[in-house]
């Protein structure tokens, strides 16, 4: 079946546009994950929703960060006054929803930020 | 919050070696532990991974190992080949959040023939 996809691949944005970065996860799947790869780093967790509760913010770096999900289904990533620093590969991810156990977490081919 | 420090940064094995790689976590909630293989361009893939009730888990070439008390735990890779040239991130649940990950800062695996 079809993977978890994620539009655009690349986004190229000036200093303090807006951009929105779209994510639609595996049918079926209930929670859906944000996280943003620096060049030559690891995976830093934004945000998690988890079917129909409260999304857990915790990660997101700062309040120009947002993101929702419409329908249980696809989520949108919103950054605002985008600075340099935002620049880097931001990965979806989803999975069954966990419950009393773990499920595996399925990437998307992530979309490439490039603010100049 | 949740801490994973992953070592080394950099491995490089001739093929038929072994590959090991080694991280630590500061949570003593975590109890999920797993491990993502990503090759260059493309997407995290989970290969292998160990709940905090087992001390060992085994699939093929890889193994992991986890010890709690000292909260690290390890990717053995068997037999390496070229295709396990890849970055390895390992990571841990944050506390009892079933679906929060922290992840390493990962380690570029490269085999020589």
């Known amino acids: 079946g079809a993977g978890v996809s994620q539009s655009p691949s690349n986004k190229v944005t000036e200093k303090g546009k807006d951009v929105e970065l779209r994510c639609d996860p595996i049918?079926?799947?209930?929670?859906l994950y944000w996280y943003r790869q620096s060049l030559g780093q690891g995976l830093e967790f934004l945000i998690y929703?988890?079917?129909?509760?409260?999304?857990?913010k915790s990660g997101l770096p700062s309040d120009r960060f947002s993101a929702e999900r419409t329908g249980g289904s696809v989520s949108t990533l919103t950054i605002q006054r985008t600075q340099q620093e935002d620049s880097a590969v931001y990965l979806c991810?989803?999975?069954?929803?966990?419950?009393?156990?773990?499920?595996?977490?399925?990437f998307g081919p992530g979309t490439r930020l490039t603010v100049t | 919050g949740e801490n994973v420090e992953q070592h080394p940064s950099t491995l490089s094995v001739q093929e038929g070696d072994s590959a090991v790689i080694k991280c630590t976590y500061s949570?003593?909630?975590?109890?999920?532990f797993p491990w993502y293989k990503q090759e260059l361009g493309k997407r995290p893939q989970l290969i292998i991974d160990?709940?905090?009730?087992?001390g060992e888990k085994k699939d093929q070439r890889i193994a992991v190992t986890l010890n709690k008390t000292a909260k690290h735990f390890s990717l053995h890779i068997t037999e390496t080949q070229p295709e396990d040239s890849a970055v390895y991130f390992c990571?841990?649940?944050?506390?009892?959040?079933?679906?929060?990950?922290?992840f390493g800062a990962g380690t570029q695996v490269v085999v020589t023939p």
């Open positions: 991810a989803s999975s069954l929803l966990p419950g009393t156990t773990y499920y595996e977490q399925y």
């Open positions: 049918s079926g799947h209930t929670a």
């Open positions: 929703f988890q079917g129909n509760s409260a999304p857990d």
């Open positions: 949570d003593s909630a975590s109890n999920y």
């Open positions: 160990i709940r905090s009730n087992v």
């Open positions: 990571a841990a649940s944050q506390g009892d959040s079933w679906g929060k990950l922290q």
